[in-house]
């Protein structure tokens, strides 16, 4: 098992194995086991992706992790210790678990919610209320601000924050995450990915996480196990692998159409270049904002508001416009990215804007750069170019293959049957 570390405020537990052997579940009632002999190992600190069509087994699988759902055949190890057989309540206060709309229980407080297990843990007081205070932070939420709210009085992404919060409060080396983010719009669910990925990066749990949104699948694997029916499993690989050597026919299903354009989902903001553009602050007196229009050398400035974020875009013609106030001038910034967002997200967001560029921002949304459309467009060219070229070779040798075959038939040296290998 992982060690816990210390005894300090702030233990650090990092991701521990996941065997699963011969894992079966038959639901009473039913002639068909829903979940049949799935094994499966997945290595400490690894994010792993459940995928497949609804009613595959995804949830069942994943839920007789935590025994949730007793399976009924096969053993399941965590950190090499068998725990088919542990109390599944003890077994629970170790594995963080996160669903669909957060599941957060409407009577409590984000804190009381957060401290759930911790205070079934018999953590102290003191230690507890850090630990609150410190999760929040992690998932992106002010403390002061959300401290005492209910969760009806929270936003769907920000609670699936707390719901994330909630699952890592008690430090456990694996989380299951079932859906997390299905019930929440399209960016919103994608800065909630970027923020997996980021907090992932801290803490190097073990994560095992149900979608079936394969571009969800892509963007925050590290491996993705495609199932069918009966959580039998397709393909278990690395999302490049998937992508460019699908296992089968089912597998190529899944991954769909645009395979090249899905590539923009293995490509992050992180890997192109992201540079400075000029900004000034919400409250800067007018006259400065228009020095730094005319010394930027653009015909527009980001303004960012009074925490740092960016706020709008500000062209020369508004500050004529603006006749003294900044309130009504310019254009409001409707989406931005983290460095860990994908280049489609990327470009997402420049078409939602349509300012030619997007803001990258860091922790609680503060400003970093922008990344602009050529260098998006580039980074397209240069997949694009990768696909055709291994398309072309593909073609070129499955050519030389059949020119071998043809030529060995008309030489007819082979019995009939024989499936004509091309003669050395
Ligand atoms: N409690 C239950 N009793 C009987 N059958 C069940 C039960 N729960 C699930 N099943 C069946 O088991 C199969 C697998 O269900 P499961 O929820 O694991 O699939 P899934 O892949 O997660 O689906 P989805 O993507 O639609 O959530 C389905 O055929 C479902 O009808």
Redesign the pocket.
């Known amino acids: 098992m992982p060690e816990s570390g210390t005894t300090e405020a702030a233990p650090r537990s990092v991701g521990a194995t996941i065997e699963l052997e011969g894992l079966t ?1 038959r ?4 002639d068909r086991p ?2 049949d002999n799935v094994s499966m190992e997945i290595a400490a600190g690894e994010t792993v992706i459940l995928v ?12 007789m992790i935590n025994r949730l ?1 007793e399976p009924t055949g096969g053993r399941i190890r965590i950190g090499g210790e068998d725990v088919t057989d542990m109390d599944p309540v003890k077994l629970r206060r170790t594995i963080g678990y996160a669903i669909q709309a957060s599941g957060l229980f409407p009577h409590m407080t984000v804190a009381q919610n957060i401290a759930l297990v911790p205070k079934m843990l018999r953590w102290p007081s003191a230690r507890v209320r850090d630990r609150v205070e410190e999760m929040l932070d992690l998932v992106g939420l002010d403390p002061g601000e959300f401290r005492d709210r209910y969760p009806r009085q929270l936003s769907g992404g920000q609670q699936q924050r707390v719901g994330v919060a909630r699952a890592l409060a008690a430090d456990p080396p694996v989380l299951l995450m ?2 997390p983010f299905g019930a929440v719009d399209p960016i919103t669910r994608d800065h909630l990915q970027d923020e997996l990925i980021r907090l992932q990066r801290e803490l190097h749990k073990t994560i095992v996480f ?1 979608t ?1 949104d394969f571009d969800e699948a892509i963007k925050i694997g590290d491996r993705i196990a495609v ?1 069918r029916e009966q ?1 039998h499993i397709a393909q278990f690989d690395t999302p490049e692998a998937i992508l460019t050597n699908p296992a089968d026919d089912f597998v190529s299903g899944f991954v769909g159409a645009g395979a090249a354009l899905k590539r923009l989902n293995l490509t992050r903001v992180r890997d192109v270049p992201i540079t400075d553009y000029p900004t000034v602050g919400v409250d800067d007196p007018l006259d400065e904002i228009s020095a730094r229009l005319r010394s930027a050398g653009t015909d527009e400035v980001l303004v960012l508001d009074k925490r740092g974020r960016p706020y709008k875009w500000l062209r020369r013609g508004d500050i004529v416009r603006a006749q003294g106030s900044l309130a009504r001038a310019g254009v409001l910034v409707h989406d931005t990215v983290t460095r860990d967002a994908t280049l489609r997200d990327a470009l997402e967001a420049v078409l939602t804007d349509n300012t030619g560029r997007v803001a990258v921002t860091g922790r609680r949304g503060a400003y970093e750069g922008v990344v602009d459309v050529e260098t998006l467009m580039n980074s397209v060219h240069e997949l694009l170019e990768a696909d055709r070229l291994e398309a072309r070779e593909a073609q070129a040798g499955l050519e030389e293959q059949r020119a071998a075959q043809t030529h060995a038939e008309q030489e007819g040296a082979h019995p009939p049957g024989d499936r004509g290998e091309a003669q050395a």
């Open positions: 579940k639901y009473p009632g039913s829903a979940v497949g069509p609804s009613g595959c087994g995804k949830s069942t699988t994943l839920k759902i079932d859906e149900v079936h199932l959580s």
